[in-house]
């Protein structure tokens, strides 16, 4: 933290396995802002981003300070609620608060969408390749079943596969199986479980195919066409009023969603959703946003740790909701049993008490009788709910909290299903009960049992059977699988067009191009011998003698291929989408087909004879025995390859023979830089990606967060599958190997 203006200020928080987080960065100089004006009004409140910062006196105290630890007294945490309720209302003059979209009947839901996460539309549960239809209700049984469910959903279907050609956010979209038509009956079926339906909006999307239209304009006309519940502003911190304009204009209200909070206060206003990315400390911190309006939702997302405890705890503290995102950009880091098994019984009662959620007489740090426990009280129509946190590592019972007395009502343990029996002391009712290490808790007071409270003390008593403590809080990596590829037949002779690669000992290091992740278990793929999926390689592996294409399969090869077999794949969107008809354009029979899935490309390989090659072959007959860095030697040349095409609308790849320098050791060619090739597929339960070599010519311009190109042989490009009309590409082509040494031999 550091001072400026008097204001004490901490820089957003960066977590270095998610780099797009440093987009947050330019909200500080706004976020500086905001934290001067809360000082201005002369309130001794530490306002950092997103956060406000608990009553000091529950901190957990150092070596140097001269008092023991105890709770907070109630004075004191009556002079830190007095203290935000006047941050509050001066923030409120301030920004000129307008509760109009809050009171918009159409988005009142989003006040109670608290477990939402974000899906990869590749995720094997959301879309059934064999059988080509989407499947909703798998996906949505198996998070029922795991953690309990969720209320809405975030559609992600472009990064970070965007950039590899030049479809933009929308041409991802509406190339999903079935198009808008088919993916809008997926949204129905989400509707109707109960699930509200988000999309992505990016705008960072300058550089490849331009739209013709305002973002605004396009993504609220698309969801629209959707039937979708809300937009998530990719890296934004605030949507424009723009959106929420347009959205109106077109009859259409949708929930605001950005990614990395509100850039002002003033964009509570719109937003009413946000995500949150947080700090976090052994004291609780209070949302910003939902302090400002307590119907304002905050998801909090934290996608790359392994342990949720924190997150979760705050969550529940604020009352808002948490991102239970697992699948990210095909990484799969899953909930573990605990964390799962906490989200589900929080959940059930964030949903029984949402109307207490949303009360703006709202206390945070409700005085608690132990230290290190911690409650936020939500006082409604008849009755309070508290929702309670145990930020120790032990468990910690008996007296808890302590209420004045009030004749007739009666309170309940929402969290372990049990009605709550108080002592009467000197005009309070005591009541007590046990709380698990780093664990949860919630209290119900009411004179008048509100609706469904029998059912949820029913469900309580019965998962509460069974404590938190006894779920697993181990976390493992999907073990991933190579899809099998059947050997060739021995050549009986030299085969036309192709380069024979002699048997070796290859030293195959490699590593994956993927923007996120860092080095963490379960980056990448997991080659045979490995333990778990992980970024870098470093394998010995022998290989056998085997011929490879010398350059990738043309335009006219694919041709030939067609007129013998006939073939026309079941899944033809996008299938050889830069022919007209079925031949190519003149003057293109010498360049790479692309446009083909890799479920085309084997098929033109068992048609010849051949298959596709595993990806150590690639590189052993690009590299040698030398671990040079591209096929032609050490340094880059740019002569030997195409050159990088960055415009928003992608040029044709090069003819296979425009550049002899770009040679590897064995005469082989095309390896680099022109188009992407397939190599092999890897399956975990969850997804499904490729393996692409070589990089390709075009690179759209404006963002970091396009598809990485792997110009250097030590690289590699990981391509997440969903479909064959989705998968395939006018950047990526293909060639073939076959077996063995001469069959003579």
């Not at 949302?287 to 949720?308: A, G, L, T």
């Not at 290989?543 to 694919?558: C, H």
């Not at 067609?562 to 794949?569: A, E, I, W």
């Not at 195409?642 to 002899?660: E, F, V, W, Y």
């Amino acid at each position: 933290m550091e001072r400026i203006g008097g204001a004490l200020i901490s820089k957003p928080k960066i977590n270095t396995l998610s780099p797009r987080r440093l987009l947050g960065l330019c909200g500080v100089l706004a976020l500086v802002a905001q934290a001067h004006t809360a000082f201005a009004q002369d309130i001794p409140l530490k306002v950092s981003g997103e956060q406000i910062e608990g009553p000091s006196c529950a901190r957990i105290l150092t070596w140097q300070d001269q008092t023991s630890p105890a709770p907070c007294k109630p004075e004191e945490l009556g002079q830190w609620l007095a203290d935000a309720r006047s941050w509050r209302q001066g923030r409120r003059i301030q920004i000129g608060f307008d509760d109009a979209e809050y009171r918009r009947a159409a988005l009142a839901w989003a006040q109670s969408s608290f477990v939402q996460p974000q899906m990869m539309v590749q995720d094997r549960f959301f879309y059934d390749v064999d059988a080509g239809r989407y499947t909703v209700d798998r996906y949505l049984d198996d998070l029922d079943m795991r953690y309990g469910g969720i209320d809405s959903v975030l559609v992600w279907p472009t990064y970070p596969n965007i950039g590899i050609d030049d479809r933009n956010e929308y041409g991802l979209v509406s190339d999903m199986p079935g198009g808008v038509a088919g993916l809008r009956q997926a949204v129905a079926d989400f509707h109707a479980r109960g699930v509200k339906v988000f999309f992505p909006v990016m705008l960072w999307d300058q550089g490849t195919h331009d739209e013709g239209v305002p973002d605004a304009d396009a993504i609220v006309k698309e969801l629209k066409a959707l039937n979708a519940d809300g937009i998530n502003g990719d890296t934004l911190d605030g949507m424009s009023r723009n959106f929420r304009e347009k959205s109106l204009a077109l009859n259409h209200p949708l929930a605001l969603e950005p990614e990395v909070g509100l850039a002002s206060d003033e964009m509570v206003n719109w937003n009413t959703m946000s995500w949150g990315y947080w700090d976090y400390s052994f004291v609780p911190v209070v949302s910003r946003f939902k302090w400002i309006e307590p119907r304002h939702m905050v998801n909090i997302s934290n996608r790359f740790d392994h342990d949720h405890t924190d997150d979760l705890q705050h969550a529940f503290f604020n009352g808002v909701g948490f991102e239970s995102w697992e699948n990210v950009w095909g990484i799969w880091n899953g909930l573990t049993p605990r964390d799962g098994e906490a989200l589900r019984r929080m959940a059930l009662i964030e949903r029984f008490g949402k109307a207490f959620l949303v009360s703006q007489d709202w206390e945070p740090f409700s005085p608690m009788q132990h230290f290190g426990v911690f409650a936020s009280k939500w006082p409604g129509h008849d009755g309070s709910l508290w929702s309670i946190v145990n930020r120790n590592h032990y468990a910690v019972g008996g007296r808890q909290l302590a209420v004045p007395h009030r004749e007739g009502q009666r309170y309940y343990d929402l969290w372990s299903g049990v009605e709550l029996h108080p002592s009467l002391q000197d005009g309070q009712d005591v009541l007590s009960f046990g709380l698990e290490p780093d664990g949860f808790g919630a209290v119900l007071a009411s004179g008048v049992a509100p609706a469904g409270l029998s059912e949820l003390m029913s469900k309580a008593r019965e998962l509460n059977a069974r404590p938190l403590s006894s779920f697993s809080h181990a976390w493992t990596a999907l073990t991933q699988q190579a899809v099998a590829v059947s050997a060739t037949p021995f050549p009986k002779s030299p085969p036309w067009g192709m380069v024979r690669i002699p048997a070796a000992d290859f030293l195959f290091r490699v590593n994956g191009v993927e923007i996120e992740g860092g080095d963490d278990d379960g980056v990448d793929i997991q080659y045979p011998g490995e333990a778990s999926p992980r970024r870098y390689h470093d394998l010995d592996i022998h290989i056998s003698t085997f011929w490879i294409d010398r350059t990738p399969v043309t335009n006219a090869e694919f041709k030939t291929f067609l007129v013998s077999t006939r073939y026309h794949p079941a899944d033809d969107h996008n299938f050889l989408r830069d022919w007209s008809g079925e031949s190519y354009p003149r003057g293109w029979d010498e360049k790479p087909v692309t446009w083909v899935s890799i479920e085309d490309a084997r098929a033109y390989a068992r048609w010849a004879g051949k298959r596709l090659p595993h990806e150590w072959e690639w590189q052993y007959a690009a590299q040698g025995l030398d671990g040079r860095p591209y096929p032609w030697g050490a340094t880059m040349v740019r002569s030997n390859m195409p050159t990088p095409d960055d415009g928003r609308q992608m040029s044709p790849p090069s003819d296979i023979h425009a550049h002899p320098g770009g040679a590897s050791p064995f005469g082989v060619l095309d390896l680099v830089g022109n188009v992407w090739q397939w190599t092999d597929e890897w399956r975990d339960a969850h997804t499904r990606a490729a393996i692409v070599r070589g990089g390709s010519h075009y690179r759209p311009s404006g963002s970091r967060w396009y598809f990485p190109q792997a110009y250097k042989l030590s690289e590699h490009g990981k391509y997440l599958l969903m479909s064959p009309g989705v998968d395939r590409s006018g950047a990526v082509g293909f060639r073939c190997v076959v077996d063995g040494d001469l069959a003579s031999k």
